[in-house]
């Protein structure tokens, strides 16, 4: 083999490699990773019918893709109820106290349960709600962040009644993935709020 024809290979294989070098690297750039994804949740129609059962002081409108179930047990807890979402995995805890001279107590009460997730939430938002024809005053909370509850609230006539509710769903806390839904559940506390009358 002569001379000439080594130099020849050895440019020959030098120019392979230049381009091959060239086309690795043009390939290179910057990787960005994706945000994580999650499932899309196809959310259901809804109307709203009342709850007004006898016996119970307090009557509200909510969403008929949920059924509230009575607490029943102690007479403590007897007009305690959940408002439970099967489809959706989620439940609305709510608990009434009869106010008798307590008032603050069961306010401050019901405030220092909310701001326990201070921990984990990154804020928290307050709605007061006033409708002095129904005697009804509430606040609205939001929860920003991964907390346990993003939505809680409480209704009471400042005299007699006290209602408290709380939004948990039956999964890890994680506001990206259930924010649609919690969303759309807020609705229903709304509504609830709006229709609450006592009795």
């Known amino acids: 083999m002569s001379i000439k024809h080594t130099i020849m290979s ?8 230049a381009g091959f070098l060239f086309l690795f690297l043009s390939g290179c750039s910057e990787y960005t990773p994706k ?43 007897s007009f305690w109820i959940d408002i439970v979402y099967p ?3 989620a439940r609305i805890y709510g608990s009434y106290k009869k106010i008798d001279g307590n008032f603050r107590e069961v306010s401050e009460d019901s405030r220092t349960f909310v ?3 201070t921990i984990k939430a990154d804020a928290i938002t307050e709605q007061p709600y006033m409708n002095d024809e129904r005697k009804v005053y509430g606040i609205l909370y ?23 509710g709380a939004l948990y769903f039956n999964s890890s806390p994680n506001k990206d993935s259930i924010a649609p839904v ?12 709006e229709s609450f009358e006592w009795k």
Do not use: C, W
Not at 10 to 17: E, P, R, V
Not at 182 to 193: C, N, T, Y
């Open 142 to 164: 939001e929860l920003k962040g991964n907390t346990a509850s993003g939505i809680q609230f409480i209704l009471t006539d400042s005299t007699n009644h006290f209602f408290r």
């Open 35 to 77: 945000p994580r994804g999650y499932f899309r949740i196809d959310l259901p129609e809804k109307t709203y019918q009342t709850y007004n059962e006898p016996g119970y002081p307090y009557s509200f409108e909510y969403a008929n893709i949920a059924k509230v179930v009575p607490k029943g047990g102690s007479r403590r807890d």
């Open 182 to 193: 919690s969303a759309f559940i807020r609705e229903d506390i709304i509504r609830l709020v």
């Open 87 to 89: 489809q959706l995995n």
């Open 10 to 17: 050895i440019i020959k294989k030098g120019t392979y490699l």
């Open 115 to 117: 701001y326990k997730h």
